[in-house]
């Protein structure tokens, strides 16, 4: 499983048709998206409320939402079909500006994240030879470059926001040496934060939540899990039940991961949270969205100050549909929110800053459309 990849992104040629009036429906308090656009199929539920948007780009990634604005990273370059622009859009009006566009050509702008505050972006190359990540002030858009990588001997994985703190893990290829580091973005300080015992793809990938940076390791022939207090420093470590427990996330004095006995076997993981007050450890299993349904596959998961979204696909089946369950993380436990989400064409989620879940999908069938759908859900 994989939470937000650094990879080469979408290298086919498209054209790209703006639509000037955004067509917007909204289900309260429905779902169950039996595929994109269909409303006969939603249920009334509790919980959440969807409404649909169809956004005027194909391929676009990490969008964010505040108020009527849609910030994300979208293609219009018809020559490569890469990531090349990121842009804010006005749901009422349908009109949008570019905010920032890259240097690079071919592309792979992504990975936006935005609070109050600040925006983070990475800018790349497509074969991922260059790197930089940036940051924009918001109260006065000043943008600056505070991390680069220019050697295909480095690597720099998901860069993580959260309010002053931006973190992210980097590896160099000639020391075989993989460090978390933790940049301030008031005082532009940053520090190395750790230097990890077994480097790999699956350790780096930190967050932060609830005042603390997590993240896991394997040490002495055990999986660990670290939880860092971002005001004292304090750094607390956890023993795992499994040898590499994977993509780490918090919430409520909780870690959520997908971990592994075996790293070399990815098919074989066991997805659940971890407990740090009891040091109980919980798997959990999406429901089966049918009876004739046999077997599910967690794909990803992303965790929002105290709601979480799994992402998975029943294997077999010979539609085109992922499904998406919802969870509230409290202190005594976690709890599934309404029923299942359908999304038809999913191709990625992610969590907003005011805690609204983003879903981008094909525009229904017809995977040729210059549009796309994105689905806004909100909580109750």
């Not at 005027?56 to 939402?65: C, D, E, S």
């Not at 998901?158 to 000639?174: I, S």
């Not at 299993?285 to 100050?305: C, G, H, M, N, W």
């Amino acid at each position: 499983m994989k939470k937000n990849l650094i990879t080469p992104i979408l290298m086919l040629a498209m054209s790209i048709i703006l639509v000037s009036v955004l067509l917007i429906k909204t289900y309260p308090g429905k779902t169950g998206l039996k595929t994109a656009g269909s409303d006969d199929s939603h249920k009334e539920v509790t919980g959440y409320q969807v409404k649909k948007i169809t956004f005027p780009f194909r391929h676009f990634i990490t969008p964010q939402l505040e108020g009527d604005k849609i910030y994300a990273c979208i293609s219009d370059d018809k020559k490569h079909g890469s990531l090349n622009k990121l842009i804010e859009y006005d749901i009422k009006t349908g009109d949008y500006k570019v905010l920032f566009e890259t240097e690079f050509s071919p592309s792979a702008l992504q990975n936006l994240m935005m609070n109050e505050k600040w925006m983070i972006w990475l800018d790349a190359t497509m074969d991922l030879g260059q790197i930089k990540v940036y940051r924009k002030r918001r109260q006065d858009n000043d943008i600056k470059v505070i991390y680069q990588m220019n050697s295909n001997f480095e690597n720099l994985d998901t860069p993580y926001l959260y309010k002053d703190y931006v973190c992210w893990a980097t590896y160099d290829g000639e020391k075989k040496v993989a460090r978390l580091k933790l940049y301030n973005l008031e005082t532009d300080a940053m520090e190395d934060i750790y230097e990890f015992k077994f480097p790999s793809y699956y350790n780096a990938y930190p967050e932060m939540n609830d005042g603390k940076l997590v993240f896991t390791d394997h040490v002495d022939d055990k999986g660990i899990y670290l939880v860092l207090d971002l005001e004292s420093r304090k750094l607390d470590t956890y023993e795992s039940k499994f040898n590499y427990p994977a993509f780490a996330s918090f919430s409520r004095n909780k870690i959520f991961s997908d971990n592994m006995d075996n790293y070399r076997i990815w098919g074989n993981t066991n997805f659940g949270v971890y407990d740090i007050n009891t040091g109980e450890y919980t798997q959990i299993k999406p429901q089966l969205p049918d009876s004739k349904a046999k077997y599910l596959e967690i794909f990803t998961f992303r965790v929002k100050d105290n709601v979480m979204a799994i992402d998975f696909y029943v294997r077999g089946n010979e539609d085109r549909a992922k499904y998406i369950e919802l969870y509230r993380v409290s202190d005594d436990g976690i709890k599934k929110i309404g029923d299942t989400l359908r999304i038809e064409g999913l191709r990625h989620f992610d969590f907003s800053p005011g805690g609204e879940l983003l879903i981008g999908a094909e525009s229904g069938a017809d995977s040729g459309k210059d549009t796309s759908e994105l689905y806004i859900v909100s909580f109750d």
